[in-house]
Protein backbone atom coordinates (compact mmCIF):
# COMPACT_ATOMS: atom_id res chain seq x y z
CA UNK A 1 0.00 0.00 0.00
CA UNK A 2 1.21 2.84 -0.73
CA UNK A 3 2.23 5.37 1.87
CA UNK A 4 0.07 8.71 0.62
CA UNK A 5 -2.33 8.12 -2.58
CA UNK A 6 -4.41 11.13 -4.54
CA UNK A 7 -6.98 10.54 -7.23
CA UNK A 8 -4.44 11.37 -10.35
CA UNK A 9 -7.56 13.13 -12.53
CA UNK A 10 -7.59 15.03 -14.30
CA UNK A 11 -10.28 16.70 -13.18
CA UNK A 12 -11.91 18.89 -15.56
CA UNK A 13 -14.31 21.59 -13.80
CA UNK A 14 -16.10 24.07 -15.29
CA UNK A 15 -15.09 27.94 -13.51
CA UNK A 16 -17.18 28.71 -10.82
CA UNK A 17 -17.69 25.73 -9.18
CA UNK A 18 -16.68 23.50 -6.36
CA UNK A 19 -14.39 21.02 -6.18
CA UNK A 20 -12.87 18.14 -3.92
CA UNK A 21 -10.13 16.22 -3.08
CA UNK A 22 -9.34 13.46 -1.26
CA UNK A 23 -6.30 11.77 -0.05
CA UNK A 24 -5.46 8.77 1.83
CA UNK A 25 -2.50 7.90 3.94
CA UNK A 26 -1.20 4.63 5.48
CA UNK A 27 1.12 5.70 8.45
CA UNK A 28 -1.81 5.95 11.66
CA UNK A 29 1.72 8.03 13.12
CA UNK A 30 1.78 10.57 11.11
CA UNK A 31 1.69 13.98 12.63
CA UNK A 32 1.20 17.11 10.48
CA UNK A 33 -0.20 16.97 7.25
CA UNK A 34 -0.47 19.87 4.39
CA UNK A 35 -1.96 20.82 0.64
CA UNK A 36 0.48 22.16 -1.60
CA UNK A 37 -0.08 23.18 -5.20
CA UNK A 38 2.24 22.52 -8.18
CA UNK A 39 2.51 24.36 -11.44
CA UNK A 40 3.84 22.57 -14.30
CA UNK A 41 7.71 22.27 -14.06
CA UNK A 42 7.16 24.86 -11.08
CA UNK A 43 8.46 24.20 -7.30
CA UNK A 44 5.80 22.94 -4.88
CA UNK A 45 3.93 25.80 -2.87
CA UNK A 46 2.59 25.41 0.30
CA UNK A 47 -1.15 26.19 -0.23
CA UNK A 48 -2.12 25.34 3.45
CA UNK A 49 -1.72 23.39 6.61
CA UNK A 50 -4.11 20.98 7.92
CA UNK A 51 -5.36 20.96 11.46
CA UNK A 52 -7.70 18.05 12.88
CA UNK A 53 -10.27 20.94 13.88
CA UNK A 54 -10.28 21.68 10.08
CA UNK A 55 -8.95 25.23 8.53
CA UNK A 56 -10.42 27.34 5.88
CA UNK A 57 -8.34 30.08 4.12
CA UNK A 58 -10.57 32.17 1.62
CA UNK A 59 -11.92 29.96 -0.98
CA UNK A 60 -10.12 26.42 0.19
CA UNK A 61 -10.94 24.89 2.79
CA UNK A 62 -9.11 21.29 4.22
CA UNK A 63 -10.00 18.98 6.50
CA UNK A 64 -8.28 16.13 8.23
CA UNK A 65 -9.91 12.51 9.33
CA UNK A 66 -7.53 10.86 11.47
CA UNK A 67 -9.93 7.73 12.49
CA UNK A 68 -10.10 6.87 8.71
CA UNK A 69 -6.73 8.27 7.36
CA UNK A 70 -7.74 10.56 5.25
CA UNK A 71 -7.62 14.22 4.12
CA UNK A 72 -9.62 16.42 2.00
CA UNK A 73 -8.94 19.42 0.28
CA UNK A 74 -12.54 21.72 -1.35
CA UNK A 75 -12.33 24.32 -3.82
CA UNK A 76 -15.50 26.94 -3.97
CA UNK A 77 -16.00 29.09 -6.69
CA UNK A 78 -13.24 27.67 -8.68
CA UNK A 79 -10.84 30.45 -11.19
CA UNK A 80 -8.80 29.77 -13.73
CA UNK A 81 -5.79 30.32 -12.05
CA UNK A 82 -6.36 27.21 -9.96
CA UNK A 83 -5.60 24.89 -12.36
CA UNK A 84 -2.76 23.39 -11.67
CA UNK A 85 -1.38 19.67 -9.20
CA UNK A 86 -2.84 19.50 -6.10
CA UNK A 87 -0.08 17.36 -3.87
CA UNK A 88 -0.80 15.84 -0.45
CA UNK A 89 1.92 15.20 2.16
CA UNK A 90 2.09 13.82 5.24
CA UNK A 91 4.69 14.45 7.55
CA UNK A 92 5.10 10.49 9.07
CA UNK A 93 6.97 9.96 12.03
CA UNK A 94 8.16 6.26 12.79
CA UNK A 95 9.71 7.18 16.72
CA UNK A 96 13.06 8.69 15.43
CA UNK A 97 14.68 10.75 12.94
CA UNK A 98 13.26 12.68 10.05
CA UNK A 99 11.25 11.08 8.06
CA UNK A 100 11.11 14.41 5.53
CA UNK A 101 7.57 15.04 3.81
CA UNK A 102 5.73 12.13 1.93
CA UNK A 103 3.96 13.01 -0.85
CA UNK A 104 1.48 11.73 -2.81
CA UNK A 105 1.83 11.84 -6.58
CA UNK A 106 -1.03 14.74 -7.03
CA UNK A 107 -4.47 15.35 -8.57
CA UNK A 108 -4.37 17.68 -12.11
CA UNK A 109 -7.45 20.13 -11.61
CA UNK A 110 -8.17 22.00 -15.14
CA UNK A 111 -10.32 24.63 -14.82
CA UNK A 112 -12.55 25.41 -17.91
CA UNK A 113 -13.72 28.93 -18.78
CA UNK B 1 12.66 38.75 1.70
CA UNK B 2 14.27 36.34 -0.30
CA UNK B 3 12.72 33.14 -0.75
CA UNK B 4 14.79 29.91 -1.19
CA UNK B 5 17.52 30.02 -3.80
CA UNK B 6 19.38 26.88 -5.90
CA UNK B 7 22.02 27.12 -8.48
CA UNK B 8 22.23 26.16 -10.85
CA UNK B 9 18.85 26.23 -12.20
CA UNK B 10 19.58 23.84 -15.00
CA UNK B 11 22.45 21.35 -15.23
CA UNK B 12 23.24 18.63 -18.37
CA UNK B 13 26.01 15.93 -17.12
CA UNK B 14 27.44 12.50 -18.41
CA UNK B 15 26.75 9.13 -17.33
CA UNK B 16 29.22 8.60 -14.77
CA UNK B 17 30.15 12.27 -13.80
CA UNK B 18 29.70 13.74 -10.38
CA UNK B 19 26.77 16.88 -9.85
CA UNK B 20 27.07 19.38 -6.67
CA UNK B 21 23.66 21.72 -6.51
CA UNK B 22 23.24 24.41 -3.83
CA UNK B 23 20.71 25.75 -1.70
CA UNK B 24 20.49 28.65 0.31
CA UNK B 25 17.45 28.55 2.95
CA UNK B 26 14.75 31.62 3.75
CA UNK B 27 16.82 33.87 6.19
CA UNK B 28 16.04 32.94 9.67
CA UNK B 29 15.80 29.14 8.55
CA UNK B 30 18.05 26.31 10.01
CA UNK B 31 16.53 23.33 8.48
CA UNK B 32 17.31 22.41 4.69
CA UNK B 33 15.76 19.07 3.32
CA UNK B 34 16.61 18.04 -0.32
CA UNK B 35 13.75 16.35 -2.36
CA UNK B 36 13.77 14.32 -5.99
CA UNK B 37 10.96 14.93 -8.24
CA UNK B 38 10.97 12.58 -11.25
CA UNK B 39 7.92 13.34 -13.69
CA UNK B 40 4.67 12.36 -13.03
CA UNK B 41 5.64 11.69 -9.13
CA UNK B 42 5.40 13.78 -6.24
CA UNK B 43 8.94 14.94 -4.96
CA UNK B 44 10.56 11.90 -3.00
CA UNK B 45 12.37 12.84 0.63
CA UNK B 46 16.49 12.45 -0.01
CA UNK B 47 17.96 14.55 2.95
CA UNK B 48 17.47 16.50 5.96
CA UNK B 49 20.03 18.78 8.10
CA UNK B 50 19.28 21.29 10.78
CA UNK B 51 22.06 22.92 12.94
CA UNK B 52 24.81 21.40 10.59
CA UNK B 53 23.41 17.99 11.11
CA UNK B 54 22.18 15.11 9.32
CA UNK B 55 18.99 14.33 10.50
CA UNK B 56 17.18 12.12 8.18
CA UNK B 57 17.86 10.42 5.14
CA UNK B 58 15.51 8.75 2.74
CA UNK B 59 16.25 5.57 0.59
CA UNK B 60 18.71 6.56 -1.73
CA UNK B 61 21.63 5.38 -2.49
CA UNK B 62 25.45 6.39 -1.28
CA UNK B 63 26.44 8.00 -3.95
CA UNK B 64 24.02 10.61 -3.12
CA UNK B 65 25.41 12.79 0.12
CA UNK B 66 25.22 16.38 1.10
CA UNK B 67 25.83 18.79 4.19
CA UNK B 68 24.89 22.29 5.96
CA UNK B 69 27.44 25.03 6.27
CA UNK B 70 27.37 27.27 9.17
CA UNK B 71 25.56 29.81 7.20
CA UNK B 72 22.58 26.92 7.10
CA UNK B 73 23.49 26.94 3.20
CA UNK B 74 23.53 23.02 1.56
CA UNK B 75 25.01 21.13 -1.07
CA UNK B 76 23.93 18.24 -2.47
CA UNK B 77 26.00 15.53 -3.95
CA UNK B 78 25.72 12.93 -6.60
CA UNK B 79 28.71 10.49 -7.74
CA UNK B 80 28.66 8.14 -10.70
CA UNK B 81 25.64 9.79 -12.12
CA UNK B 82 23.28 7.32 -13.79
CA UNK B 83 20.60 7.85 -16.41
CA UNK B 84 17.78 7.00 -14.12
CA UNK B 85 19.18 10.52 -11.45
CA UNK B 86 17.54 12.44 -14.06
CA UNK B 87 14.86 14.83 -12.43
CA UNK B 88 13.93 18.18 -10.67
CA UNK B 89 15.86 18.45 -7.35
CA UNK B 90 14.20 20.36 -5.13
CA UNK B 91 15.21 22.31 -1.85
CA UNK B 92 13.08 23.05 1.10
CA UNK B 93 13.84 25.48 3.75
CA UNK B 94 12.07 25.24 7.38
CA UNK B 95 12.31 27.31 10.77
CA UNK B 96 13.31 24.32 12.63
CA UNK B 97 13.54 20.52 12.48
CA UNK B 98 9.74 20.22 14.32
CA UNK B 99 6.97 17.75 12.43
CA UNK B 100 4.99 20.51 12.21
CA UNK B 101 6.78 23.26 10.23
CA UNK B 102 5.87 24.67 7.16
CA UNK B 103 8.78 23.63 4.34
CA UNK B 104 9.29 26.00 1.62
CA UNK B 105 11.06 25.06 -1.72
CA UNK B 106 13.19 26.91 -3.84
CA UNK B 107 12.71 26.87 -7.53
CA UNK B 108 14.51 23.59 -8.03
CA UNK B 109 17.60 22.31 -10.80
CA UNK B 110 16.88 20.69 -13.33
CA UNK B 111 19.60 18.12 -14.10
CA UNK B 112 19.47 15.96 -17.11
CA UNK B 113 21.99 12.98 -17.24
CA UNK B 114 23.19 11.66 -20.55
Known amino acids: RKEVEQDPGPFNVPEGATVAFNCTYS??????FFWYRQDCRKEPKLLMS???SGNEDGRFTAQLNRASQYISLLIRDSKLSDSATYLC??????????????FGKGTHLIIQP | DAGVTQSPTHLIKTRGQHVTLRCSPI?????VSWYQQVLGQGPQFIFQ???????GRGNFPDRFSARQFPNYSSELNVNALLLGDSALYLC?????????????FGQGTRLTVV
Open chain 2, 92 to 104: ASSRDSAMNTEAF
Open chain 1, 27 to 32: NSASQS
Open chain 1, 50 to 52: VYS
Open chain 1, 89 to 102: VVNPYSGGGADGLT
Open chain 2, 27 to 31: SGHKS
Open chain 2, 49 to 55: YYEKEER
